[in-house]
């Protein structure tokens, strides 16, 4: 999966934890993305089976949707976490972890975030 579906995935799961209904509108502000971009992004999910979207616009995670959102926002949590442990600003680490989320290996990640949750306290 490409980093732009990491992230609408993500963002849907964001924002499902906040609120019972999620619409396309909803990710378009969150986002800052225009409706367009949302509307095929959301399309193209759909297609591949990681959301629904009923009747009344409202979209669901699917279970590959959801195994996705949350493995890609425990990699933001704990990435950002490190950062902010290490002195970073929390609004640098937040776009670092960011970008970070979608490239780290998962070996790389693993380690960090056993190190992260050993050390924190």
Do not use: W
């Not at 950002?80 to 998962?106: F, N, P, R, W």
Request: charged share 25%; aromatic share 8%.
């Amino acid at each position: 999966m490409q980093e732009s579906g990491e992230m609408y995935l993500e963002s849907i799961y964001v924002l499902s934890q906040k609120t019972e209904n999620v619409r396309s509108i909803d990710i378009c502000e969150y986002m800052g993305y225009s409706k367009p971009s949302v509307s095929r992004a959301v399309g193209l999910l759909k297609k591949d089976g990681h959301i629904a979207v009923d009747g009344n616009g409202y979209i669901t995670l699917n279970q590959s949707g959801l195994a996705i959102a949350k493995n890609i926002y425990e990699r933001h949590t704990i990435l950002m976490g490190a950062l902010v442990a290490l002195g970073i600003s929390e609004e640098t680490a937040d776009k670092d972890a960011c970008k970070i989320e979608h490239v780290i290996s998962d070996e790389t990640f693993a380690a960090i975030k056993h190190h992260y949750i050993r050390y924190k306290k």
